[in-house]
C-alpha cells in the first residue's frame, strides 16, 4: 500500500504517498528540472521552497550521459523523492526517441528512480479517433510488458491513462491500467488542451478517468501547474502534478498570479509579497541581465505556486475546497467555464464528498451554480428520499425562509407555532438555496450555517412540489405575501393567519 487518504472535500483527498524516500504530502506539485541545466538548483526546491517531491527527464539523462549516469539524486543535487518521466513526451513533440520501452524502464531503475514512468504513446490533444484508439492500445501493451521488465521491488511505477478527448477511450485505459500493478497513473495529453484553455474538457477527462480508476490510486495530471487552475483540479480529483512552468514562464518574462498570467513589461506593481517581489520593483528586474531577471522570476513563480498548493491542502483539510474553486474560476472566462461545468458532476461530487468526519464549516451560496455544491445537493435529495414527515401530522404549512437562523428562532416561526397549535400541523420553510427545510431539521448542519446571495435562481417551486408529493398530505398551504407560488393541490395565502378561517371553511 503507497497511498493513504487521511482526509477528504469534493472529490479530492490530502493523503501521503509513500516512496523509499520518505513520505509525500499529497495534493503534491512536482517542479520539473532539467538534468543538464536547470534554472533554478534543485536543492532550493526543497530547502527553501517546500517541494518534497520533484520530476526530471530519464530519457535526456540517458541521451546525454549514457548507461554510464550516476544516481539521479546525485546527479541533479536532490536528496528528496524524485519521480522520472520516460521521455513520451519528446515523443509527442518531435515523433520519435532514441529508445525503446524495454531501455528506458530498466534505465530508470539502475539510476535510483523513486517513481518510474513507463514509455507510453502519447494521444495529444488533437489526434484522430483511429490514431486514439492506437495509443490506448499501445500504451496498455507496453505496460503489460513492464511488469516483466522490473526488478526494484521498492520502486513506485506510474501507468499513464491515454485517449485524449475521447472519453470512451479514457475510460478503457484507466479500467485496464487500473488493474496492472502501478502505484500512480498520470492522466495524459493534456498539455495541448490547457495551452488553448479548453478546461471544460480537462474536466471532462479527469472525471471519466477517475470514475474508471480503483479509489487508492493517486491520480497524477501530467504538465499541469499553472497556480490559477490547481484548486479545481484537485477539488476532481487529482493528487499529483508537475509542471516546467516556473522556469519556462520566466524565459519569456512572464510572471505568474492565481489571477492569470502577466507579462513583467505590463506591469507598474508587483502584486505579491514573496521574497522576490519584497525585495525588488518591477523597474529593478526589468534592469537586470537576462539571466538573473529569468532567476528571479522564476523563484518568484514557485513561490506564488508553492503558496497555492499550501492553500489547497489548508481549504480542502477545513472543508472550505469548493469556496476556493469559486474564487479561483475568476481568474479567467474558459475557467469560469469548466466551473460551471461542475454541475454536470454534481452526484460525482456529493458521492465523494463525506458526509462526517470533516469538520463543519458555514458555506457561501454565490449564485446558482453554487447549487451543485454537495452540500445542497445532499439536502435536497436526501429531503425528498429519506425524509418522512412526523406521524400525525397531516396538515404541510410552508412558510418563506426568515432572515434569523435557525429558522425555529424565528419570530416568523414561533407565530406561527402559536397561531397552528394543533398536533396536526407541520410546519417547512422554502426558499432557496435548499428547497424545502422540515422546522424539526432547520438546526441541522448546513441548513443553518449558510450565506447566501439573494435570487440566485433556484426553481423553488418545483422542489416544493417535489417534497409536497412525496408526504401525501392531507391538506397543503403555501403561505406567499405576493402569491406568485401556485402549486396544484395546495392552497396559496398571504399570511398564516388565514389558515383557520380556510379550515373553517372546509368543515362539515
Known amino acids: ?29 512536482m517542479p520539473v528540472i532539467n538534468p543538464v541545466k536547470n534554472l533554478i538548483p534543485a536543492r532550493e526546491l526543497k530547502d527553501n521552497f517546500g517541494f518534497k517531491m520533484i520530476i526530471t527527464n530519464s530519457y535526456l539523462i540517458l541521451k546525454h550521459f549514457g548507461h554510464e549516469a550516476p544516481d539521479v539524486h546525485q546527479l541533479v543535487g536532490y536528496d528528496g523523492a524524485i519521480m522520472t518521466d520516460s521521455g513520451a513526451y519528446q515523443l509527442l513533440i518531435y515523433g520519435g526517441v532514441e529508445t525503446d520501452p524495454h531501455e528506458i524502464v530498466k534505465f530508470q531503475e539502475r539510476i535510483g528512480s523513486d517513481i518510474g514512468v513507463i514509455l507510453d504513446t502519447p494521444t495529444g490533444g488533437f489526434a484522430s479517433r483511429t490514431d486514439a484508439e492506437k495509443t490506448v492500445e499501445e500504451t496498455i501493451r507496453r505496460a503489460r510488458l513492464s511488469l516483466e521488465w522490473r526488478e526494484d521491488p521498492t520502486m513506485l511505477w506510474a501507468g499513464p491513462i491515454q485517449g485524449g478527448r475521447y472519453l470512451d477511450l479514457i475510460r478503457r485505459s484507466a479500467r485496464t491500467m487500473g488493474r496492472l500493478d502501478f502505484q500512480t497513473h498520470p492522466l495524459g495529453s493534456p498539455v495541448q ?11 471532462d477527462m479527469i472525471v471519466a478517468a477517475k470514475l474508471s480508476l480503483p479509489p487508492d490510486r493517486p491520480l497524477h495530471l501530467f504538465g ?21 512552468a516556473y522556469a519556462l514562464f520566466a524565459k519569456d518574462d512572464r510572471y505568474l498570479t492565481v489571477r492569470g498570467t502577466f507579462r513583467l513589461d505590463r506591469l507598474t506593481e508587483l502584486p505579491c509579497n514573496c521574497p522576490v517581489c519584497s525585495r525588488y520593483s518591477q523597474k529593478d528586474l526589468l534592469e537586470m541581465p537576462k539571466k538573473e531577471r529569468e532567476e528571479n522570476l522564476a523563484r518568484h513563480n514557485l513561490y506564488v505556486t508553492a ?40 452526484k460525482y461530487l456529493e458521492e465523494n464528498d463525506p458526509v462526517i468526519g470533516k469538520e463543519v464549516k458555514g458555506i457561501f451560496i454565490y449564485d446558482k451554480h453554487s447549487l451543485a455544491r454537495p452540500e445542497v ?19 404541510g404549512v410552508f412558510i418563506p425562509n426568515p432572515p434569523e437562523r435557525p429558522y425555529i428562532k424565528s419570530k416568523e416561526y414561533k407565530y406561527a407555532a402559536e397561531i397552528l397549535s394543533g398536533q396536526e400541523f407541520h ?27 439573494e435570487g440566485i435562481g433556484m426553481n423553488v417551486a418545483k422542489e416544493l412540489k417535489k417534497f409536497i408529493s412525496a408526504n401525501a398530505y392531507r391538506k397543503v398551504f403555501i403561505i406567499d405575501p405576493r402569491s406568485t407560488m401556485v402549486i396544484e393541490g395546495a392552497k396559496t395565502l398571504r399570511s398564516i393567519d388565514e389558515i383557520r378561517g380556510q379550515l373553517d371553511e372546509d368543515s362539515p
Not at 488542451?193 to 474536466?203: N, Q, R, W
Request: with cysteine.
Open 193 to 203: 488542451i490547457m495551452e488553448g484553455y479548453d478546461y471544460s474538457t480537462l474536466v
Open 1 to 29: 500500500m503507497s497511498f493513504e487518504i487521511t482526509e477528504r472535500d469534493l472529490a479530492g483527498r490530502a493523503g501521503v504517498l509513500l516512496t523509499r524516500r520518505g513520505e509525500v504530502e499529497t495534493p503534491c506539485l
Open 307 to 346: 503558496s497555492e498548493m499550501r492553500a489547497i491542502r489548508q481549504a480542502l483539510k477545513e472543508g472550505g475546497l469548493w469556496e476556493l474553486v469559486e474564487a479561483r474560476s475568476r481568474a479567467h472566462p474558459k475557467l469560469y467555464e469548466a466551473y460551471k461545468r461542475l454541475g454536470k458532476y454534481a
Open 377 to 395: 445537493m445532499r439536502h435536497r435529495k436526501r429531503v425528498i428520499e429519506n425524509y418522512s414527515r412526523p406521524p400525525g401530522k397531516e396538515i
Open 224 to 244: 499541469a501547474g499553472h497556480p490559477m487552475m490547481l484548486a479545481l483540479a484537485v477539488a476532481l480529483g487529482c493528487d499529483l502534478f508537475d509542471s516546467a
Open 427 to 453: 410546519i417547512c420553510f422554502y426558499g432557496e438555496p435548499f428547497g424545502v427545510v422540515p422546522s424539526e431539521l432547520s438546526e441541522t448542519f448546513p441548513l443553518s450555517q449558510y450565506e447566501c446571495s
